[in-house]
């Protein structure tokens, strides 16, 4: 209906040239912005709405001129075109609706909504939406599976295709490579720790427990099958919120060369409590961070919609979550210290949850101080430390290595690294950055399983893997310096992936990512990135910065092609500089050409064409309205005689050339060879500096 | 007062007259009016070409610049009977187209001729005629015969006149209206003359005046015809009448001009460009010829202030682009 009224009244518009129909256009259009301005508060429409008032104002008075003349002081006699005012302030409005439509990507049947009656839908497209012509083929296809309808509490069937983050690995790594789990340094390291005992007493793990660990010695998946079938059907899960986001899933903290694994936590969690904020209800799980490292509050909302889970996908630092409608907190667990999860099987799907969490500043974190632990052995277990003590209920960091034969050589190398870098966050930054900028991210690369130190091969010999790799080198690393480091695996959002339209991301099961976390004391895990190609959220950046940074960007740009750039420049402006020398010299050349190829019958128009071109080009064109004898001969007065002569001759010739009728045109009294002569004299003499000076004086 | 000495070169009646010979009868036509009126040469070629384009000619300029001078050589020098009117508020139309007087004797009507009844008709201060006395002069410009007492009498083919005005008077003056200065071909403004011609001047009218050293008749009445009918056969291309008819539709669109070209105002200028090209020699007319006589042609007729004429010519004339290369036909 309104788009019906608002092509009317474009018609209307377009028909202005009648007064009735300008009126009825001005009449329209007032209301439909009125209806559009009543409709919504934008910022945008009431900018809007101040330039339609000031058009408005002046049609008005262009409209009514012709009264409002008679009050004012005749101070110009000068009258307004006023129909020609308000004509062309409608056509440049018309063209502008034409602009923004065509630019908009409008097809004709958009374009003429309201005209015709069409169900073609808005010409949007939106593979995740939820309805609607032609949209939603990804959540379309999702929801057309049996097992993901019904409303019972377990809305899925024991034979869901919802994956878990264990096959989602699989799927994504390859499957653990099953003939190395019983490698006997393994066993030996694993039976060693006191926590593997006490693991023992401990009931049977259940099905979300189960697999708590991971191996880094994997099979080569099949990518293409990957690709072709699964990535553009299940997001696993949609992030909305600023991104990349680093989701947690499950935490490692003992690392025996090729498995990570799971230390059950000793100590009692943190209760978490419930608070309704409005009709939100929000459970904490971390008190707000007193800590000067964080830079500020982040909030996030994902949707769950293909991965069975418990836990709740978070980024590092939460600091409370809420689940419309769940106001229970017994519906809440803590899976770890710092990963929240839900008492019950899986997170049903289409779950919307909302995270509020703390994000670090990681120029802040360069001050904190942070001391390397001393370690002991290469092979014991440092848990309990200096002030690590004085925080009974922190996780235990662990400074454990693997005590392989490579581990020498690691630490050497990790030594070497941060040789000249102060202890603290910055040797943690030196030993990423290496990683990222020496090693080359490869999902496809696999480690060989033939020897018991992973990290050792993929550091000093294939320099290549997937991340998982890189955050177990960074891992060991970090830690035979001293500081406590834990492996993560979650879910990577891509920013790459962004739907503008939608405003989310999506997750898929490749995005699945390992990374480790740096410990600052005080139950205070940083997640630091080794993988190349993936990227920390940073804290948001302020125009000034984003400026600056582009600024520095661009010197630095400039400064290191400052050769190139000083070359171009300076023959820039010498091209400037001598550009008639340039043009003069090509018309001149193509003058040539034409004296070559082209019938002296031409050759004069030529001559002329040449003269203008030269004209032109000393800064003293012929105006269109001025004759050409009217011009130039004016300027042959200054000009020594016989460059006088041969000027006024070839204005003669081209006179009759291009004036005389057809049948006059071939009773050229001069000879061909006069004609040439003329010609070749002229192009000689009025050079184009000639031509500056007379036409100059003249 | 007449000079009748015999006209210079009168072609036979077999063959007609080339073009060389047609030039050097204007050539000696140029250097009689030269000779009448010194350092005015521009002046002179654009007299000319009105009186070879048969066009009536208006000049306005102030007192003792000429035009007189002018006008009278022209007429001697074209040759036929002269007649000069001084404009007065009380000057009657019979008094220039004649009358009926009863002869008593004959017991009839006799037609006493007026002055128009010449070849050239010189007629002062125009602008101090009454309305109607001016209407009356202005029928036979156009229409070439003047009417009295329901007998029309036709005029001389070459009937020429120079109307001269004084834009400097005010008082006592009725002004020309617009539709009747279409009459006219052109307007000229002959200016003061530059030094040297000033001290030629003075040095010739020191000597002892040579009475048969003034301007002579150089040629007939019917050789004129003959020259005005070669002019109206210079021919224009087709880019060139396209240039003209663009330039009087500019003149239409000019926010200045309060009165544009008129169709019979444009047939005006293509004949004064031919007449104008004839005058060079040439055979075919240039946008030269055409901007060579714009000023004169569009003076007379745009209306407005000439003190902005100049000013709105140039511009009507920079606003439409001189065809250079022909055009693809």
Redesign the interface.
Known sequence: MLLCFRNLMLTLAALSCWQTCQRLAATSSMFLVVFAAALTDTRAVHVLLGVYALVGVWWLMCAYWGRLEGHLPARSRRSVPVRAVVVTVFLLLLAAAAGMSSLAGGTTTTALAGWIPSSGGTGQHDPFARAGVGDGDMLVRAQEQAESVGAVDSDLFLTSKMPSLYDMLNETFGEADNCKKHHPTEKAIGLSSDEKVLELGHEPTRSEDAGREFTTVRRRTDRRRRNLEHRLSDAVLFVAGRTPLHLRQEVFDHFDGITWSRTPALNNPLPLRMQQVGDQHWVNTLSPPDRPIFHGREVHTIKITSLATNRIPAPAHLTRASIDRVDRLDMYRRAEADIVRLDRTTIPRFTVIHLESHLPDPVRLRDVALRPLVAGPSCSVVNSLGELRSDPQGESPTLEVPSTQAQSRVRQLAESWVADVPPGWTQVEAIVSRLRTEYEFDPDARATGATDDVVGEFLFETRRGPSYLFASAAAVMLRSLGYPTRMVNGFYADPARYNSRARHTPVFADDAHFWPEVHLGRRTWVAVEPTPGYELLAPPRSWSEKMSTVLSALVIWLWAHRLALVLIACNGVAAILTRRLWLGILALGAWRLAMCVRPASALA?WT??LI?RRARLAGRAR????????WYLASAQSASPEAAQALRQLLQLG????????S?RKQVPESELTIVETCRAVARHWTVRRLRTCLGSA | MMLSSEPRIVAGNGAPPTLGESLDIVQSLRAALNGALRGKSEVVEQVLACLLARGHLLIEDLPGLGKTTLAKALARAVGGKFARVQCTPDLLPSDITGFNVFDQKAREFHFVEGPVFSHVLLADEINRATPRTQSALFESMSERQVTIDNVSRRLPETFFVIATQNPAESHGVYPLPEAQLDRFGMKLHIGYPDRASELEMLAADATPRDHSNGPVAVLQPDELVRLQDEVAQV???G??REYLVDLGRATREHRDVPLGLSPRGLLTWQRVSQARAYLQG???????DI?DVATGVLGVRLGGESEAAGRIVREI??????????KKR
Request: charged share 20%; proline share 14%.
């Open positions: 128009s002329v064409w203008e105006p269109s309205g001025r004759t050409l004898s009217g006179q009759r050339m291009f004036y005389a009728p057809h006059g | 021919p224009l291309s880019d060139v040439r055979d075919f007319v240039t946008p030269d901007q004339l920079d606003s439409v682009a001189v065809p250079i290369y022909p």
